[in-house]
């Protein structure tokens, strides 16, 4: 295939299965974590079996100088980067009157800071490539909102804007900028949820959706979905239709 994709948070959960599904169609894969070094290895040893290049790399997503230091490393070591999925995502939720500076600041940077950060240089060699794809993880309360998360949905509904304005001016430059938007997926971040039945009862498939499944919608977009760009793919189960 000889392509290359850099995916963020991709040591567990969704990024973790996304660089699976890519390694699996022949690309060689860069994958980032903040601090979890025995799953980023993990991840490492599932992707051996597709006989792909790939390298982890540990850093902050919300520190910008982290970032620029290691994407020029992952430049390096790969030459090209053809797919970039801005993936690293966390949760501080709170209900908005309980809401401290730190939980909404923490969310902002490293949701949506973060794409911006590691973005800046992708791009830049993206342009001189004159093609590429890249993918934002937003979520559907980025779109419809949600009580106790007013910092996550602002940070995933400042994804849509950005994804949606980088398309319009990436475009001329072969450059292809798109979201996936998953519903209710199980990972460690969902792992706590408390009335998870409730969700059930919205979501038409009537079952959560895996990492896999968001995983196959992000191969889509950066491989399959060449006249695509500018596009939120709600991966949801039908939960908000
Ligand atoms: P997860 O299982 O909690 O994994 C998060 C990943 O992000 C890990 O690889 C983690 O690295 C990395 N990460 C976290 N903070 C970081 C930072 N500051 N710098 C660098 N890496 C960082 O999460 P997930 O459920 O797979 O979610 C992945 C993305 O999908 C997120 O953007 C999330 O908002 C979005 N999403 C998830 C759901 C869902 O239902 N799960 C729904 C909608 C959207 P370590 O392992 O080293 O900690």
Avoid: H
């Avoid at 798109?178 to 919205?202: H, Q, W």
């Avoid at 968001?214 to 006249?227: G, N």
């Amino acid at each position: 295939m000889g392509k290359v994709a850099l995916i963020t948070g991709a040591s567990r959960g969704i990024g973790k299965a996304i660089a699976l599904k890519l390694a699996s169609v022949g690309c060689d894969v860069a994958i980032t974590y903040a601090g979890n070094t025995e799953a980023a290895q993990n991840t490492l040893s599932e992707i051996e079996k597709y006989n792909v290049k790939a390298k982890a790399y540990k850093f902050d997503v919300s520190n910008k100088e982290e970032v620029e230091e290691n994407i020029a490393k992952i430049i390096e070591d790969f030459n090209q980067i053809d797919i970039l999925v801005n993936n690293a995502g966390i949760t501080r939720d709170d209900l908005f009157i309980r809401m401290t500076d730190d939980k909404w600041n923490d969310v902002i940077n490293t949701n949506l800071n973060s794409a911006f950060y590691v973005s800046k240089p992708v791009v830049k060699l993206m342009m001189k490539q004159r093609s590429g794809s890249i993918i934002n993880t937003t979520s559907i309360v980025g779109v419809y909102g949600n009580i106790g998360q007013a910092n996550y949905c602002a940070a995933k509904a400042g994804l849509i804007g950005f994804t949606k304005s980088l398309a319009k001016e990436l475009g001329l430059r072969g450059i292809r900028v798109n979201a996936v938007a998953p519903g209710f997926i199980e990972t460690d971040m969902t792992k706590d949820l408390p009335n998870k039945e409730e969700f059930l009862k919205i979501i038409s498939l009537k079952r959560m959706g895996t990492a896999d499944d968001v995983a196959s919608a992000v191969k889509f977009l950066a491989l399959d979905a060449e006249y695509v760009t500018g596009q939120v793919l709600e991966v949801d189960g039908g939960m908000l239709i």
